[in-house]
């Protein structure tokens, strides 16, 4: 089956299982706040994040809290986090350019926003996509990386590769939602050990699932 074929059909059967598919992360209220847990969520489960934002927005509430904050008391608030002294120093300098060079607003292109201390082309376009449906770039993390390769999607290993891959395979007005479905579908079905293969919709086309038809030992 050639690719584009491959994809097509991926994406009817995930637009299925998640007919409106929304971040996990919970807690916020602003754009602000939700850059936050997306930052925050690095290398770190939702619900990690889940569990330490409701503090985090009570003691720090908005870009100015953040700004002014003592990198020790945000520390020790995200210190369940991974990487929260790297992540704690990376919240306060974003915010104080925010605040100095964007008049405390969020930019809105994913080329200004990659400029600013722990945004990255996931970080942007989660942000961007969850928000705006901005459709400006797909987000890749681990689990849209591992759905794409298992499917033959791609066979890059590296965020940008898995994503201008996926970028070209996609209409740019679907971007938005790539991100989002791939993600719950590589959280609950095809997940990193034991996937679902059994119950997956996509058993048919994929080779991880083809092989455990024909030897369901596997
Ligand atoms: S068949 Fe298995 S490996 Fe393939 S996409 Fe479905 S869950 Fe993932």
């Known amino acids: 089956m050639r690719k584009r074929e491959k994809a097509k059909i991926v994406f009817k059967e995930l637009q299925k ?34 569990k330490v934002t409701k503090e ?7 870009v ?27 919240l306060i300098k974003m ?4 605040i100095k060079d964007f008049d405390s607003k969020i930019p809105l292109f994913e080329k200004d926003l990659v400029k600013l201390p722990g945004i990255g082309k996931k970080t942007a376009n989660v942000f961007l996509n969850e928000l705006f449906h901005s459709n400006q ?16 999607l791609t066979n890059k290993k590296d965020p940008l590769g898995v994503s201008l891959d996926l970028e070209k395979l996609y209409e740019k007005e ?13 959280r609950y079905v095809c997940k990193a050990r034991k996937p679902l293969c059994e119950d997956c919709p996509l058993n048919d086309i994929c080779k991880v699932g083809l092989e455990k038809k024909k030897n369901p030992q596997v």
């Not at 985090?56 to 908005?62: I, L, T």
């Open 17 to 50: 299982l998640y007919p409106q598919p929304k971040t996990e992360l919970e807690n916020w209220e602003t754009e602000f706040q939700f850059l936050v847990c997306i930052m925050l969520s690095a290398q770190t489960t939702d619900v990690q994040v889940n």
């Open 56 to 62: 985090v927005f009570s003691k720090f509430p908005d």
């Open 64 to 90: 100015d809290a953040f700004a002014n904050a003592d990198v020790e008391d945000l520390e020790k608030v995200l210190h369940s986090i991974n990487f929260y002294k790297t992540k704690s120093k990376h």
């Open 95 to 98: 915010s104080q350019i925010l």
């Open 137 to 152: 770039g797909i987000a890749v993390d681990t689990h849209v990386s591992r759905v794409a390769r298992r499917l033959e």
């Open 174 to 186: 679907n971007w938005y939602l790539i991100n989002s479905m791939f993600v719950l579908f590589g």
